[in-house]
């Protein structure tokens, strides 16, 4: 049947598929090395050669070298003629620098599929209901909190708070802060560290998550966060919270209606809720423009819509459906009064101010 179709379209229909395949075998490439050290020993050491990254990391040479081509072949390291290959300033903003760039992507690169999450996956198609961010496992919430890091370790502080009326002079004078959808614990660990006047409590139903947060808060020594294994709907209303936090993930719960809810009652009546989440325009065809649109609903199907579909009657908004008409929708719903958008160039998210 082939054989009766256009020779050309064939060719170049039969590249796009391939290219997904080749972006697949790329991915696992970028995990391993990330997960192996490998960008970081290429960072800042100029030109290279396998012998000398295997040397240093203690790992086969013929292995190493073989990643070392794929690399270049996919454009992510740089190639010289004599053999050795260089990793740029701009590749290791994005693959090796975690700290210090805004960039940094490598930590979003998991290494595949879980297979017993692939068939929740498949399960979940068939019986509607989807999968907790719980039952997505470890690597789901180490790799979120990778992700997402970067901004909140290196713009919260310095950029997006700031821009905040009146938010920051309160943080230091000392309020309370609610990290609603905590996760891992880097926002939550962000600013305790750098209000220590601050109480700030992370509330989070992912007990793999939380672990993670304790553990990071215990490393840095803060004795300003604490850590509630519960989900939004059930932040108590005598909380007296002066800022609330929801950083990408109201879009994932079955109920963002009951959790905005309970922000209302448990916020005060002069505080701040600040929520981030995906740019998105509430019309596929406007979104069409954005050249990471697939990832996003790659994103939606495999974890968000299945954290918002994880309970019946789950409202199910996934990846990019908190669009800010939408967002407002919400808050307004809720009894919010005042709805202010913000954006901090955040290539991936718009940032809401709300109040009462």
Request: hydrophobic letters at 45%; one cysteine or more; proline letters at 4%.
């Amino acid at each position: 049947m082939s054989d009766e179709l256009d020779t050309e379209a064939m060719k170049k229909f039969g590249f796009l598929v391939w290219n997904y395949k080749m972006g697949e075998q790329v991915s696992l490439m970028i995990h391993l090395g990330d997960r192996l050290g490998l960008y970081r020993a290429l960072d800042g050491a100029g030109p290279r050669t396998s012998q000398d990254l295997a040397d240093e990391l203690g790992l086969s040479e013929r292995l190493v070298r073989e990643w070392l081509l794929g690399q270049a072949a996919a454009r992510l390291v740089d190639y010289h003629d004599d053999g050795r290959f260089e990793l740029t300033p701009v590749a290791a903003a994005f693959l090796a620098d975690e700290q210090g760039s805004l960039s940094f992507a490598a930590g979003a690169f998991r290494g595949g599929t879980d297979p017993v999450h692939l068939d929740a996956l498949v399960h979940s198609f068939h019986s509607g209901l989807g999968v907790t961010y719980e039952q997505q496992g470890t690597a789901a919430a180490a790799g979120l909190a990778r992700m997402t890091g970067p901004w909140s370790r290196l713009a919260l502080t310095s950029v997006i708070l700031p821009a905040l009326d009146g938010v920051v002079a309160k943080l230091e004078a000392g309020a309370t802060v609610v990290d609603i959808g905590c996760g891992a614990g880097v926002t939550a660990a962000t600013i305790a560290a750098t209000y220590p006047n601050t109480q700030v409590i992370g509330f989070d139903p992912s007990s793999t998550a939380l672990s993670m947060a304790r553990e990071r808060v215990a490393e840095a020594g803060l004795g300003n966060v604490n850590f509630v294994e519960a989900g939004a709907e059930l932040l108590p209303a005598d909380t007296g919270a002066d800022l609330v936090i929801c950083f990408d993930c109201l879009h994932d719960m079955a109920r963002p209606d009951k959790a905005a809810a309970a922000i209302r009652q448990a916020i005060k009546p002069d505080g701040t809720w600040l929520i981030k989440d995906i740019r998105s325009s509430g019309s596929f065809e406007k979104d069409r423009r954005n050249p990471m649109l697939a990832m996003f609903y790659g994103f939606s199907v495999a974890s968000c819509l299945q954290s918002a579909l994880s309970e019946p009657g789950g409202l199910g908004l996934g990846t990019l459906g908190l669009h800010p008409e939408r967002a407002e929708q919400l808050v307004r719903e809720a009894g919010f009064s005042s709805f202010a958008t913000h954006d901090f160039n955040d290539a991936a998210n718009l940032y809401y101010e709300v109040r009462v």
